[in-house]
């Protein structure tokens, strides 16, 4: 079985950090998932697909995986660079653009 070991990324709806700091340790799917024929819904017969485990740091959901015996890929995090705004740019003399809708 193999499993993968990351650090979730942030959430496009939310400006928080909430949940990215631990480390998630996921099962990679043995089976295919395909189309349930009476109702349409994705379905699979792989129930380690559902079984996400969280780890404080890195070493501890490796240390897990070899205990285990699993064999395991870390996927380490991009570095986020965050963009300075000002909100008095949108007032600034001289802006490209239009500031109205």
């Not at 928080?16 to 395909?34: K, M």
């Amino acid at each position: 079985m193999a499993v993968r070991i990351f650090k979730p990324a942030k959430t496009a709806m939310q400006s928080g950090e909430a949940r990215t700091r631990e480390w998630l340790l996921e099962f990679e799917p043995e089976s295919p998932s395909a189309p349930e024929p009476l109702m349409g819904w994705i379905s699979s017969a792989d129930t380690k697909a559902q079984v996400r485990l969280e780890f404080d740091t890195k070493e501890e959901a490796i240390a897990y995986a070899t205990r285990e015996g699993l064999a395991y890929t870390v996927v380490e995090p991009k570095p986020r660079k965050p963009i300075r705004k000002s909100y008095a740019d949108n007032f600034r003399f001289g802006r490209v653009g239009n500031w109205t809708h």
